[in-house]
């Protein structure tokens, strides 16, 4: 061979080793990257529980006063009495929340409710009776305003009635007066003429000064009469306005007490309304109460699973948690649905770490705490709750171009 021919071979051997160094670097490269952004992150999870607990009402009792119609003892003689005041308002609590019964369960498990549907009825007994005390209260408030209203309506034609008399006196008053005036004048002609001769058969001047005289006096005792009505009358009618103006403050406050009688009515009715429970969503019912138990306010009446959404619950690690975002789609398998894949997406993702649960099965057989990751699934046949997935989440690089 000769040195042209070596120099040929040699320069075409670097070249195919450095074109296969470059394919075996790009390989690497494309592995590397391969591992470190895989498209989907491939994690186990469990159906988490969604059941809702609709609980006892917490409604205020009524409580009866057991001292109401009882006597105090009297004392005994020459023990020093001593008055005891009538409890006021706040001094003896007329309602606390205690035990109830549970008078009735319309639904058991594996019943489908309906939101709003009536579920159970605690016993109203005390709470009907309550709402009867109210609105016996009201009717006799308002018996008390109508009553109040008459003695108004009373008084103002009892002023009306003192006005028309006091119009007739004045009226009186102004025509004896005028009488007065007529005979006054009269009676001075007659004086005049009483020392003067008399015709026969002609009436004796003198004889008509007592008759005059006479019926003034008469007038002015009237007119003193008149006087003394008429104050009687004037005293009465400032009695009936100060009546008047007290009944029309007592109409008011029977008026508020009325509106206040009838709130606490709506009041009554409303906890009366509480002794129904109804379902706040659509679902399966779980479990609930046995008709007759009895239960504290806020214990729990029936368990509801929601129909709709369902919850799964993952864990992923730090460097995990920079390859998924909130709104990433989410799949979802189990074997109790084989074949089955449902449609999901992330909606949280924890921002602190907590312990797995040990019964919880995890890929990372070291993974002791975690970031715990939220997905909705829909989907209708969604295993029960504690049922263990397969989760696959949609990662950056499969949204990448």
């Excluded at 046995?290 to 504290?296: C, F, I, L, Q, R």
């Excluded at 089955?340 to 921002?351: K, M, N, Q, Y």
């Amino acid at each position: 061979m000769s040195e042209t021919s070596r120099i040929v071979a040699l320069s075409t051997g670097l070249r195919v080793r450095a074109a296969l160094v470059v394919l075996l670097l790009a390989s690497l490269l494309a592995t590397g990257c391969a591992t470190r952004t895989p498209r989907t992150l491939e994690l186990t999870g469990s159906v988490a529980s969604t059941v809702v607990t609709v609980q006892a009402p917490g409604v205020p009792q009524p409580v009866a006063d057991l001292e109401a119609g009882f006597a105090s003892a009297p004392a005994k003689e020459g023990t020093p009495t001593v008055e005891i005041p009538a409890p006021t308002s706040g001094s003896r609590p007329s309602s606390m929340q205690t035990w109830m019964r549970v008078a009735r369960v319309d639904v058991k498990p594996g019943d489908y409710v309906t939101s709003g549907q009536v579920i159970a009825v605690v016993d109203d007994a005390l709470l009907a009776a309550d709402v009867a005390q109210a609105e016996a209260a009201a009717v006799l408030s308002r018996a008390n305003l109508d009553a109040a209203g008459l003695r108004s309506r009373e008084t103002s034609e009892g002023m009306a009635e003192i006005d028309a008399k006091r119009s007739e006196i004045a009226t009186q008053t102004a025509e004896l007066q005028l009488q007065r005036q007529d005979l006054q004048m009269q009676l001075d002609q007659a004086r005049i003429l009483a020392g003067t001769p008399v015709a026969t058969g002609q009436p004796d001047p003198a004889d008509k000064v007592a008759e005059l005289e006479k019926a003034i006096a008469e007038i002015d005792d009237a007119l003193v009469k008149l006087g003394e009505a008429l104050a009687d009358l004037n005293k009465a009618a400032v009695q009936l306005g100060d009546a008047r103006t007290a009944l029309e403050s007592l109409s008011r406050a029977m008026t508020a007490l009325v509106d206040a009688r009838e709130v606490a009515v709506r009041i009554a009715q409303f906890r009366q309304s509480q002794a129904t429970v109804k379902s706040p969503v659509a679902g399966v019912v779980v479990s609930a109460v046995a008709p007759g138990a009895v239960v504290a306010p806020g214990a729990p009446l029936v368990e509801i699973r929601p129909a709709g959404a369902n919850v799964i619950h993952t864990y992923i690690t730090a460097e995990q948690r920079e390859l998924i975002t909130r709104g990433a789609s989410a799949r979802v398998r189990a074997d109790s649905i084989r074949g089955t894949v449902l449609a999901g997406a992330v909606v949280d993702i924890g921002s602190e770490y907590e312990y797995v649960p040990t019964s919880f099965a995890t890929k990372i057989i070291h993974l002791v705490r975690g970031l715990k990751v939220t997905i909705i699934v829909y989907g209708n046949r969604v295993p029960p709750a504690g049922t263990p997935v397969d989760v696959s989440i949609d990662t950056l690089a499969s949204t990448s171009p």
